[in-house]
């Protein structure tokens, strides 16, 4: 776990001593906020291709599911940038052993990477070890009048448990249960899984 220390509502940097903080008198408090610091990334994509686009209008899901071989804390995932445009609309739903635990409708922009959009759940949800996490997205430009968004997408997914991650093996890949765009173990979108370990 990690600690956020905080005085006269300032967030303090951990290499300084009292000394250093100033304005700091005798019989101050200083405050413990306790977190669980930055989320670890797990990819299943070596590459990203661009040369062509993935196409989506929010008619059918693209989904993914994975399968944690220890307790981890799900905490978020990444689809792919859409190609031209700097925004488009995404449906999405996490389930945990087949009960959801987070589903709602987001504008989604902001690219990271150039390539990605990263996207933070709501909540933090334990999935204990053997358990399926299935991550649903329905994406489109406009979801209202399932106009199409091209974005780009991974490839070459079956070898998703060679590439350097810093939990290697830490996933099973499987496909999602309501996954009818395409993507599957070997290609589409969800190229990421943010989680904390426990």
Same mark, same amino acid.
């Given at each position: 776990?990690?600690?956020?220390?905080?005085?006269?509502?300032?967030?303090?940097?951990?290499?300084?001593?009292?000394?250093?903080?100033?304005?700091?008198? !005798?019989? !101050?408090?200083?405050?413990?906020?306790?977190?669980?610091?930055?989320?670890?990334?797990?990819?299943?994509?070596?590459?990203?291709?661009?040369?062509?686009?993935?196409?989506?209008?929010?008619?059918?899901?693209?989904?993914?599911?994975?399968?944690?071989?220890?307790?981890?804390?799900?905490?978020?995932?990444?689809?792919?940038?859409?190609?031209?445009?700097?925004?488009?609309?995404?449906?999405?739903?996490?389930?945990? !052993?087949?009960?959801?635990?987070?589903?709602?409708?987001?504008?989604?922009?902001?690219?990271?990477?150039?390539?990605?959009?990263?996207?933070?759940?709501?909540?933090?949800? !334990?999935?204990?070890?053997?358990?399926?996490?299935?991550?649903?997205?329905?994406?489109?430009?406009?979801?209202?009048?399932?106009?199409?968004?091209?974005?780009?997408?991974?490839?070459?997914?079956?070898?998703?448990?060679?590439?350097?991650?810093?939990?290697?093996?830490?996933?099973?890949?499987?496909?999602?249960?309501?996954?009818?765009?395409?993507?599957?173990?070997?290609?589409?979108?969800?190229?990421?899984?943010?989680?904390?370990?426990?």
């Amino acid at each position: 776990m990690a600690y956020k220390l905080f005085f006269n509502k300032t967030n303090i940097q951990k290499d300084k001593t009292p000394a250093q903080i100033e304005e700091m008198k !005798d019989q !101050d408090w200083i405050y413990a906020s306790q977190g669980l610091g930055k989320p670890y990334v797990f990819k299943r994509f070596q590459k990203v291709y661009t040369s062509y686009g993935w196409s989506n209008s929010g008619n059918h899901a693209d989904g993914i599911a994975y399968l944690p071989q220890k307790n981890v804390k799900v905490c978020g995932f990444s689809t792919f940038a859409a190609r031209s445009k700097d925004c488009y609309e995404m449906k999405y739903r996490v389930k945990i !052993d087949g009960t959801e635990v987070e589903q709602e409708t987001i504008t989604a922009t902001g690219w990271e990477d150039e390539h990605y959009y990263r996207h933070k759940l709501n909540g933090v949800y !334990d999935a204990p070890a053997g358990s399926k996490i299935d991550i649903s997205v329905w994406i489109a430009e406009n979801l209202g009048s399932n106009s199409y968004v091209e974005t780009y997408y991974g490839e070459d997914g079956n070898s998703y448990e060679t590439i350097e991650n810093e939990h290697m093996g830490l996933f099973k890949i499987e496909s999602g249960d309501d996954s009818n765009n395409g993507t599957s173990v070997y290609s589409g979108h969800l190229g990421e899984i943010m989680y904390y370990l426990g």
